[in-house]
């Protein structure tokens, strides 16, 4: 016989060859092969690890709003709304074409909550808003640091998706809607597509709102039926504590906590020759030799002494309302300097819904744009100034926008039918706005993309094509698998 055979993702060549290293060995070879790193001579099972196709970008950052961010006083104004103020959707002259559209007719069945939403009076744009850039893509005055970055930015508004509640959060992340099960996110596909590319940092990183309490739980940031081991690793910033339990005791010396640590690793290896199919112990494995490695890389990370002042004013470190939201953009730029795939950064603090204006708009959403709209600039033009923005996605978004109609005292509903998201960086065109909703944006009746699509998009990006990812026994249907936004696409 002289086939090499593969078992469980290695050959029979790489098991004889590291018999001699001990069950340690074995263990961390897996690891490897896992990561795409195995020596050469060995094909990776499903080639993990390796991108499908030459990649135009190497890692992402996913700014994420929780609570829902009017897609009307952001990157979509709709001057109707001021012009029919008071109206409903039924008494504006746009009635006839939102009632006729096959989109209505199709989605009054699959939204229950479309015939409520044509009741209430349109409710006028909340701020002014003005043509930006070299393009002349319309943006909101809420959001003049971001327009003055617009002409690297590719506007997409014309996304949807099904869930008219916070459990969008999770649809957004992982595709599907919150009571289908957990699915993997869009972070944890990547880290499974593409292993990791440090040695010392996690390729995978939640930061802001903590896992747990923004709607959908951990399912936005979840490795589902790939394995644990795919799960963000969720950081803070700050230096002496950045990783929860990660530490070690003040006692313990380092020498010996690398030998408790290769004590463990033998202990679990031996463990894992015995339960190969264990994927927990699989992730405890190679999550304690990461957590070692960990304690040095990730507080220097966090650490910003090394940053010049001009940079910390440029995040806004040096002003209140931007100081936290600009520490975590500082965080994902030296994050992926450092070789860390996919950086997903909310803001809202834990609160899964402070973008959330049933009332009062104009003064939430005044304060919530000023808190994350400098920073989110200097992200770019941090990323660009570094060359770093030619290799890194930056995507904003956040679960769906707001009505047309008003709400309360002066606010917007949830809104899944038509919203706004934009891509920068890697490989994506600059300037242009992508799909359209109707003039009351109230539907996207251009170009319509369902979230997946902006998957779709970065996995492309990235040299991964989802559907040579499908893990067998997991059908996925096309949906799921999106299709690239090829006009956005450079």
């Not at 030296?334 to 959330?356: A, K, N």
């Not at 200097?378 to 904003?396: F, M, Q, S």
Request: with cysteine; glycine share 12%.
């Amino acid at each position: 016989m002289t086939r090499d055979h593969s078992i469980c993702g290695m050959t029979r060549r790489s098991f004889l060859a590291d018999c001699g290293m001990g069950f340690t060995g074995l263990a961390m070879s897996a690891m490897l092969q896992r990561d795409g790193a195995a020596r050469a001579g060995d094909e990776p099972a499903a080639n993990l690890g390796r991108p499908h196709f030459t990649p135009r970008a190497k890692n992402v950052i996913w700014l994420f709003m929780l609570g829902g961010t009017s897609h009307l006083e952001s990157f979509d104004p709709k001057p109707a709304l001021n012009r029919y103020s008071g109206l409903t959707i039924s008494e504006s002259p746009y009635a006839r074409a939102v009632l006729e559209s096959p989109y209505y007719r199709r989605n009054v069945r699959d939204f229950t909550g479309v015939p409520r939403a044509l009741m209430p009076k349109l409710l006028p744009l909340q701020i002014g808003f003005r043509q930006r850039g070299q393009s002349g893509i319309t943006v909101s005055d809420w959001w003049p640091h971001v327009g003055g970055c617009i002409d690297d930015l590719a506007v997409v508004r014309s996304v949807w998706c099904t869930d008219n509640d916070h459990a969008a959060q999770y649809e957004f992340n992982t595709g599907h809607h919150f009571f289908d099960g957990y699915h993997p996110s869009i972070g944890s596909w990547i880290h499974y597509g593409l292993g990791s590319s440090s040695d010392n940092l996690p390729s995978f990183v939640a930061l802001g709102a903590p896992p747990g309490l923004c709607c959908g739980g951990r399912g936005a940031q979840n490795g589902a039926y790939l394995g644990p081991e795919h799960d963000a690793v969720q950081l803070t910033v700050d230096p002496r504590n950045p990783l929860a339990y990660a530490a070690p005791a003040r006692e313990v010396a380092r020498l010996e906590q690398r030998a408790e640590i290769d004590l463990l690793n033998q202990l679990n290896a031996t463990a894992t020759a015995r339960f190969p199919t264990d994927q927990a112990l699989r992730a405890r494995v190679r999550s304690y030799e990461l957590a070692f490695r960990m304690q040095t890389a990730v507080p220097d990370v966090m650490r910003f002494s090394e940053e010049n002042e001009a940079t910390r004013r440029l995040y806004g470190l040096d002003q209140g309302t931007t100081q936290r939201f600009g520490s975590l953009c500082l965080a994902a730029r030296r994050l992926v300097e450092r070789g860390v795939r996919f950086v997903q950064v909310y803001h809202g603090d834990g609160q899964g819904s402070r973008w959330d204006a049933h009332s009062g708009l104009r003064a939430n959403h005044s304060g919530l744009c000023a808190e994350v709209d400098q920073p989110i600039a200097a992200l770019l033009k941090d990323l660009k100034r570094r060359g770093l923005l030619e290799e890194t996605i930056v995507v904003w978004g956040t679960e769906f926008g707001r009505t047309p109609g008003s709400e309360g005292q002066a606010g917007r509903d949830h809104h899944p039918y038509g919203f706004s998201v934009w891509l920068a960086g890697g490989g994506i065109r600059g300037g242009i706005a992508h799909g359209a909703t109707d003039e009351l944006g109230f539907h996207a009746v251009e170009q319509r993309h369902y979230v997946t699509d902006i998957h779709a998009t970065v996995l492309n990006q990235l040299g991964l094509d989802p559907r040579r990812l499908q893990v067998p026994g997991r059908r996925r249907l096309e949906i799921e698998l999106g299709q690239p936004i090829r006009e956005i696409i450079s």
